[in-house]
């Protein structure tokens, strides 16, 4: 099963940038499609951006359109999230998902592949 650890994550203010990284196991060329969600407190999971690691297409929420960017490094096996004008609501533990065929990047369903969070808190 693939391995993905995600990093970045940390606490900004209102306004400013991180840049999460995501770094899986066997190489991004053996998956489909890769993803981040989030979740906040109290909050549903939430798919935020996705990427199909062939074409490099890539779909946002709408909460996520213009702010962030997701990108891949495939010669560092490396996804990447840029996170910019960051607000209060993004705070959230923001999870790496590597799926397959049919896999929902908006609910998560049918993702088997999970890297363990990495917390981003928004402060004003």
């Known amino acids: 099963q693939m391995r993905l650890q995600e990093s970045g994550g940390g606490s900004v203010q209102v306004g400013g940038s991180l840049t999460l990284s995501c770094t899986a196991s066997?190489?991004?060329?053996?998956?489909?499609?890769m993803g981040w969600f989030r979740q906040g407190t109290g909050k549903k999971r939430e798919g935020v951006a996705n990427i199909y690691t062939d074409t490099g297409m890539t779909h946002y929420s709408n909460s996520a359109k213009g702010r962030f960017t997701i990108s891949q490094d495939s010669a560092k096996n490396t996804l990447y999230l840029q996170m910019n004008s960051l607000k209060p609501e993004d705070t959230a533990m923001y999870y790496c998902?590597?799926?397959?065929?049919?896999?929902?990047?908006?609910?998560?369903?049918?993702?088997?592949?999970w890297g363990k969070g990495t917390l981003v808190t928004v402060s004003s």
């Open positions: 066997g190489g991004l060329a053996s998956t489909h499609s």
């Open positions: 998902a590597a799926g397959v065929p049919g896999s929902d990047y908006m609910s998560g369903d049918g993702i088997p592949n």
